[in-house]
């Protein structure tokens, strides 16, 4: 047994935990950069709490899915202001845009020399500068995974900043923050974060730190979502939701994912679409699609235990069956309303490139078992309909 786990150096959870944002700020500089959405949620309590806590700051806001552009307007004002850490405040996109700002920040060169796939894809030889994750909604992990996916739009791609030097000095996640989540950002990014706990429990790479995680959470999840459709301002629910997010987090970045993100990579590098609400789309057709792979080519695969098991923290049913596991979330998208792909203007027409740069995507790889170009385009016409 040989496994490797790795996650943010100090992890602060709980309702209420923001009011220390200060006092831990100050542990890592004197002048941040605050790298928050375009909506700027929050921040003004927390340049507050930075002003009291003895820490200048500045706001840098990031309007949607960061861009390699976006990243480095961001960087030239951290570097303006003479920036010594950075703070990220708010969904996924924030927060990996702050991971990659403080993580150029604290190496030379340009982001194409580090990018994978379009760039050079050189490992970042220091580690970022000292710079905090504050989540401002349950889903993608961010504040705990060493990537940052940036945008290219001139190539319809979405790319990955990956390091192990791209950790958080701090993660602070504070479930209070999440209560003003609409309800479609609430549910789009919580079937991110089922989708972060199914995928690496059983993919190829699983192991049992991240095993561990995926059991716990599932559960969690799979309530608080659906308690959250009804009850938007459910603090218990929303605790549990954003506490399965950052497991999914951990879980994701030890173990791997599979052929959902694999193909949600190409698919937001295509179209303007929210991350969540793709992985929603195909979850229930690619464990479909994944169940009948592994059933003929390989029937005593382990993952085919594991979609039982996966079905039973779903459905909360200790006899479910894999299959019960599909149609529970298939279920989930349809009560959440979250949209078909086609709502986002895929056509049968872009599938099979849809098809062809999943393949190629690094989340396929963890996939239980390969995919043919087929099964996968059936799986996209499946989320498309």
């Known amino acids: ?34 790298v928050t959405g375009e909506s700027r949620r929050h921040a003004e309590r927390l340049t ?39 703070v990220g405040l708010g969904g996924g996109s924030a927060i990996d845009a702050a991971k990659a700002i403080a993580g150029l920040l604290g190496n030379p060169g340009d982001p194409f020399d580090y990018l994978e796939v379009i ?19 349950a889903g993608t ?14 190539r319809g791609l979405k790319v990955s900043l990956r390091s192990s030097q791209l950790f958080a000095r701090v993660a602070l996640v504070d479930p209070e923050l999440t209560l003003d989540l609409p309800p479609d950002l609430t549910a789009a990014t919580g079937m991110d974060a089922l989708t972060q706990l199914i995928e690496p429990y059983v993919c190829n790479r699983s192991n049992p730190a991240t095993d561990v995680l995926c059991a716990a959470g599932l559960p969690k999840a799979a309530r608080a979502i659906r308690r959250l459709r009804v009850a938007q301002h459910d603090l218990e629910a929303r605790t549990d939701m954003a506490l399965a997010a950052l497991w999914s987090g951990q879980a994701l970045t ?25 992985c929603g789309a195909l979850l229930g057709p690619i464990m479909q699609a994944n169940l009948a792979a592994l059933r003929q080519r390989a029937p005593r695969h382990p993952a085919l235990l594991r979609y039982t098991e996966v079905a039973t923290w779903l459905t909360g049913n200790a006899s479910a069956t894999a299959d ?7 279920d989930l998208v349809a009560n959440l309303a979250i949209p078909s792909l086609a709502k986002h203007g895929v056509t049968s027409r872009q599938i099979p490139e849809i098809v062809a740069r999943g393949l190629e995507a690094s989340s396929m790889k963890a996939n239980p078992l390969p995919l043919t170009a087929e099964e996968l385009a059936v799986a996209v016409v499946a989320a498309t309909n």
Request: proline fraction near 7%; glycine fraction near 14%; include cysteine.
């Open 48 to 86: 507050g709490l930075l002003r009291v806590a003895g820490v200048s700051s500045e706001v840098f806001a990031c309007a949607g899915e960061p861009a390699v552009d976006t990243v480095l307007a961001g960087l030239d004002q951290a570097k303006k202001m003479g920036a010594d850490c950075v």
């Open 324 to 330: 019960d596991g599909v149609l529970w979330v298939k």
């Open 119 to 137: 760039g050079k894809g050189r490992p970042l030889p220091a580690r970022a500068i000292p710079w905090m994750a504050i989540p401002t909604t």
């Open 254 to 278: 030890n173990a791997g994912l599979g052929a959902v993100h694999g193909l949600a990579a190409p698919i937001g590098g295509m179209f303007s679409a929210p991350h969540g609400a793709m």
């Open 1 to 34: 047994m040989r496994f490797e786990f790795a996650t943010a150096a100090h992890i602060v959870f709980g309702p209420g935990r923001l009011a220390e944002a200060g006092d831990l700020a100050r542990g890592l500089g004197r002048r941040a950069l605050v």
């Open 141 to 154: 992990g961010a504040e705990v995974t060493r990537n940052a996916v940036l945008s290219v739009p001139q």
